[in-house]
C-alpha cells in the first residue's frame, strides 16, 4: 500500500543478497519429510535452500513493518536468528506455556 493504492512488485533472491537456486533445492516430500525439514531449520541446521526460503519469507513480513531498512538488512536479521536456534526455542517455549509448565 503506497499513498492508499496497492503497489505491485516483484522480489527476488538478489534483494536478499542471495543467489537463486532451482525450485527443485527446495521441494517437498512427505509430511514427515517436510516436518523434518522445517524441524532442522528452525534448529539452525536445516539445508541452505530451505532456510533461505524461510529466512526471505520472514524478512518480506518484517520489511512490510519496517521499510527504512532494505530486504537485505532483514533477511540478515533473520539468519542470525535462525543460527542462534530462537526459532525452535520460542516454538518448545511455548509448547511448554501450552502444557503449562512454565
Known amino acids: 500500500m503506497c499513498n ?3 503497489k505491485e512488485f ?3 533472491p538478489a534483494d536478499f543478497g542471495i543467489k537463486e537456486q532451482a525450485l527443485s533445492a ?3 516430500d512427505t509430511p514427515d519429510y517436510n516436518v523434518n525439514a522445517i ?3 528452525f534448529s539452525g541446521q536445516g539445508k541452505l535452500a530451505h532456510t533461505h526460503a524461510i529466512a526471505m519469507n520472514a524478512a518480506s513480513l ?3 513493518h519496517n521499510t527504512e531498512r532494505s530486504l537485505e ?3 540478515i536479521v533473520v539468519m542470525d536468528a535462525i543460527s542462534n536456534k530462537l526459532p525452535m526455542q520460542t516454538i518448545e517455549h511455548a509448547a511448554r506455556i501450552s502444557r503449562g509448565t512454565v
Do not use: E, P, R
Open 62 to 64: 518484517l520489511w512490510l
Open 4 to 6: 492508499g493504492k496497492l
Open 10 to 12: 516483484i522480489i527476488s
Open 39 to 41: 524441524t532442522k531449520v
Open 73 to 75: 538488512q532483514h533477511f
Open 26 to 28: 527446495i521441494q517437498g
